[in-house]
């Protein structure tokens, strides 16, 4: 099992949150160890370990051979003084991150229904016909799971904590939501997914959520006064929740630095002393980070001289495929490939269009650049940077800045890919191409020319890394987080 301390954490939050939403009260009795782990997907020890840090903070009993028993207690003020300062920290942001969530989700809905059988469609049948709150989530969760891309799902359980979603049968106003109109939408969704029709199932989806998230703003407007709004918190998606985050966090900055920053005309990196002070982080964690970057081929130490930086015309080693980190992360990388392949268009429509002339010019400039230097490999990263910048969304640019993170992971493999997939000759049109549609306005024809890209790219990343000896299961696993459904 992957990273197992990670989803202990996710579990602990989850119960955590359904505790204090009075989701389960005093006395209330767990399910087995047994059905958690089915329902998370994960193993008995990263369920126990999540039960004893319950335990320690007083929110649960553990007894053997016999259920955990709720022993967290919260008297109605204390309840209704948490609601009021949870939804008053994120009111502000729910219209923003609503939008945010459906220009990612929805296409992975509409492929999700691509892939579907009709069993799976008579499982989304009885969800609807005992249909709850908790089910509604079950449903978005069942029809992500298809995609069998563990990083959607994590991106779907960080929304969902954030958002609150997995006590949203706890809101106590008659009439917030009509079962049957719900069911109705959702019927009218199921019904748009077996024709496989794109259109009908984006209408659908729209209706089911226009009649959702509209009357969830207005509910929580109504909970929170203009004395209790504060400053909003801001959504992080947390990706990496373990140890190595710091490592990982730091690689990913460095290769920005040397793909598109400060570094790239650099031959060598700054010596470790320089680069600790600079990211404030230990010697011992630049030491490990450049150790990282050596082993994914983007640079190679020389004693005595210092971190060469190895430029697309360095043939130089490959990756070191056998390291777990390195697989781990290409597993990132291939996974936040496959998110941008369906969402990148949609998302270019709204973001390019409200970029100003002059930071237009200033991108034209840049991918005008990547064509002189011979690093037209580089165009597509350098517009990812742009989206997560200047996109007008606050929590978009956290989606997506996480997003071309983990893509540059993926960059040092371009040296030993560009020949086989033609990948070099492909870049360099799409470069001219963007530039050409950026200095005539015309957004839509760069939003195309970037979906189109990444669609025809991504399986050719996918196959080379099956080639390289990672297995499907590293790469397509089922997810190994799940909400319960």
Request: with cysteine.
């Given at each position: 099992?992957?990273n197992e301390p990670a989803y202990s954490k996710l579990i602990y939050e989850y119960f955590v949150l359904r505790f204090q939403f009075q989701y389960y009260k005093y006395g209330d009795k767990l399910p087995p160890i047994e059905t958690l782990c089915r329902k998370f997907g994960v193993s008995p020890l990263t369920v126990k370990a999540a039960l004893t840090r319950l335990q320690e903070e007083g929110y649960v009993s553990i007894q053997h051979g016999k259920c955990t028993q709720v022993t967290f207690q919260q008297d109605e003020s204390a309840y209704r003084q948490f609601k009021q300062d949870f939804f008053a920290d994120r009111v502000p942001l729910y219209s923003g991150f609503y939008k945010t969530m459906d220009l990612i989700f929805l296409p992975l809905y509409v492929e999700s229904f691509q892939r579907m059988d009709e069993k799976d469609l008579t499982y989304l049948r009885h969800i609807t016909e005992?249909?709850?709150?908790?089910?509604?989530?079950?449903?978005?969760?069942?029809?992500?799971?298809?995609?069998?891309?563990?990083?959607?799902?994590?991106?779907?359980?960080?929304?969902?904590?954030?958002?609150?979603?997995?006590?949203?049968?706890?809101?106590?106003?008659?009439?917030?939501?009509?079962?049957?109109?719900?069911?109705?939408?959702?019927?009218?969704?199921?019904?748009?997914?077996?024709?496989?029709?794109?259109?009908?199932?984006?209408?659908?989806?729209?209706?089911?959520?226009?009649?959702?998230?509209?009357?969830?703003?207005?509910?929580?407007?109504?909970?929170?006064?203009?004395?209790?709004?504060?400053?909003?918190?801001?959504?992080?998606?947390?990706?990496?929740?373990?140890?190595?985050?710091?490592?990982?966090?730091?690689?990913?900055?460095?290769?920005?630095?040397?793909?598109?920053?400060?570094?790239?005309?650099?031959?060598?990196?700054?010596?470790?002393?320089?680069?600790?002070?600079?990211?404030?982080?230990?010697?011992?964690?630049?030491?490990?980070?450049?150790?990282?970057?050596?082993?994914?081929?983007?640079?190679?130490?020389?004693?005595?001289?210092?971190?060469?930086?190895?430029?697309?015309?360095?043939?130089?080693?490959?990756?070191?495929?056998?390291?777990?980190?390195?697989?781990?992360?290409?597993?990132?990388?291939?996974?936040?490939?496959?998110?941008?392949?369906?969402?990148?268009?949609?998302?270019?429509?709204?973001?390019?269009?409200?970029?100003?002339?002059?930071?237009?010019?200033?991108?034209?400039?840049?991918?005008?650049?990547?064509?002189?230097?011979?690093?037209?490999?580089?165009?597509?990263?350098?517009?990812?940077?742009?989206?997560?910048?200047?996109?007008?969304?606050?929590?978009?640019?956290?989606?997506?800045?996480?997003?071309?993170?983990?893509?540059?992971?993926?960059?040092?493999?371009?040296?030993?890919?560009?020949?086989?997939?033609?990948?070099?000759?492909?870049?360099?049109?799409?470069?001219?191409?963007?530039?050409?549609?950026?200095?005539?306005?015309?957004?839509?024809?760069?939003?195309?020319?970037?979906?189109?890209?990444?669609?025809?790219?991504?399986?050719?990343?996918?196959?080379?890394?099956?080639?390289?000896?990672?297995?499907?299961?590293?790469?397509?696993?089922?997810?190994?987080?799940?909400?319960?459904?």
């Amino acid at each position: 099992m992957h990273n197992e301390p990670a989803y202990s954490k996710l579990i602990y939050e989850y119960f955590v949150l359904r505790f204090q939403f009075q989701y389960y009260k005093y006395g209330d009795k767990l399910p087995p160890i047994e059905t958690l782990c089915r329902k998370f997907g994960v193993s008995p020890l990263t369920v126990k370990a999540a039960l004893t840090r319950l335990q320690e903070e007083g929110y649960v009993s553990i007894q053997h051979g016999k259920c955990t028993q709720v022993t967290f207690q919260q008297d109605e003020s204390a309840y209704r003084q948490f609601k009021q300062d949870f939804f008053a920290d994120r009111v502000p942001l729910y219209s923003g991150f609503y939008k945010t969530m459906d220009l990612i989700f929805l296409p992975l809905y509409v492929e999700s229904f691509q892939r579907m059988d009709e069993k799976d469609l008579t499982y989304l049948r009885h969800i609807t016909e005992r249909l709850n709150t908790d089910d509604l989530v079950n449903l978005y969760c069942f029809l992500l799971q298809k995609l069998e891309n563990p990083l959607v799902l994590n991106l779907f359980w960080e929304t969902s904590l954030f958002l609150g979603f997995p006590s949203l049968n706890q809101i106590d106003l008659p009439g917030f939501y009509s079962i049957e109109l719900m069911k109705e939408r959702i019927s009218q969704l199921i019904t748009s997914g077996q024709k496989k029709d794109h259109k009908l199932i984006i209408d659908s989806q729209g209706a089911l959520e226009r009649d959702i998230s509209e009357k969830f703003i207005d509910y929580l407007a109504g909970q929170t006064s203009k004395e209790t709004v504060r400053k909003p918190i801001s959504f992080r998606w947390r990706i990496y929740r373990d140890r190595p985050q710091i490592c990982y966090n730091l690689a990913t900055r460095i290769l920005h630095h040397i793909y598109l920053g400060e570094y790239r005309k650099e031959s060598f990196l700054p010596s470790y002393q320089t680069m600790a002070d600079k990211y404030r982080v230990s010697l011992s964690t630049i030491r490990r980070t450049i150790r990282l970057l050596n082993e994914i081929g983007a640079v190679h130490s020389i004693n005595g001289k210092g971190t060469h930086i190895l430029s697309f015309d360095e043939q130089g080693h490959e990756p070191n495929f056998d390291n777990p980190a390195i697989r781990r992360n290409l597993a990132y990388f291939i996974n936040a490939f496959e998110i941008l392949k369906f969402s990148i268009e949609g998302i270019s429509r709204i973001t390019l269009p409200v970029i100003s002339p002059s930071i237009r010019n200033d991108l034209i400039k840049h991918l005008e650049s990547h064509l002189q230097s011979h690093s037209s490999q580089l165009a597509s990263n350098e517009l990812l940077v742009f989206i997560s910048t200047y996109s007008p969304l606050p929590e978009l640019r956290e989606v997506y800045e996480k997003l071309y993170r983990l893509m540059l992971w993926g960059v040092p493999l371009l040296r030993h890919r560009r020949e086989e997939s033609g990948i070099e000759e492909t870049t360099i049109q799409f470069t001219k191409q963007m530039i050409a549609s950026l200095k005539k306005e015309d957004f839509n024809g760069c939003a195309k020319l970037l979906g189109d890209l990444y669609a025809q790219q991504y399986p050719i990343a996918e196959a080379y890394l099956y080639r390289r000896g990672l297995k499907p299961e590293e790469l397509r696993c089922p997810p190994a987080i799940r909400l319960p459904i």
